[in-house]
């Protein structure tokens, strides 16, 4: 099924969503594994942003990875996530920021490679590339801030 999310060209199947309750589901479903590490996982939701429209499965999917992501990277028991949104009318956007307190990321383009992992016991390395083309898919971006030893944001 990875391989398949990650070498298919679609389209998303596009419908009115609203986004922050979507991350609220996200985040709880990831909240799972966050706390059995003794990891907070927090939402900040901008609540200006009205129903926009994406594919809500495959939008779930990308931040998913990049939440289950921040979990395998942070320390267990210091861990701190922050997921938030926040509406730019300026530019007609809406930003998605997933936040953490890890090692932070030396090189920031490898990781949307496919197969690279850091995580060899867990970590197919699929992940993020996955992510990567479902916001691109949405004619979307994904950036990544991170200076190493002081965590990284990955926003979208």
């Known amino acids: 099924m990875l391989f398949r999310s ?16 979507l991350l609220r589901q996200i985040v709880e479903t ?8 003794n990891i907070l ?13 994406l594919d809500a ?13 921040a979990i395998d990277a942070v320390d267990p028991n210091k861990g701190n996530i922050a997921v938030a949104t926040q509406a730019d009318s300026t530019d007609n956007q809406v930003i998605i920021k997933v936040s953490d307190n890890g090692p932070g990321i ?14 060899l016991k867990k970590g197919t ?3 993020l590339p996955i992510a990567k083309k479902i916001i691109e898919e949405h004619r979307g971006q994904i950036h990544v801030e991170s200076t190493p ?3 990284a944001t990955i926003t979208i």
């Open 30 to 37: 990831a909240r799972q594994q966050a706390v059995g590490k």
């Open 106 to 119: 030396e090189d920031t383009q490898v990781i949307f490679e496919p197969f690279h992992t850091t995580n």
């Open 57 to 69: 499965d495959r939008i779930a999917e990308a931040v998913l990875n990049i939440i289950l992501n």
């Open 6 to 21: 990650l070498s298919r060209d679609s389209s998303p199947n596009l419908t009115d969503c609203d986004l922050n309750a």
């Open 41 to 53: 996982l927090g939402l900040h939701v901008d609540e200006d942003i009205d129903t926009i429209v």
């Open 149 to 151: 030893g002081n965590g």
């Open 125 to 127: 390395g699929l992940g």
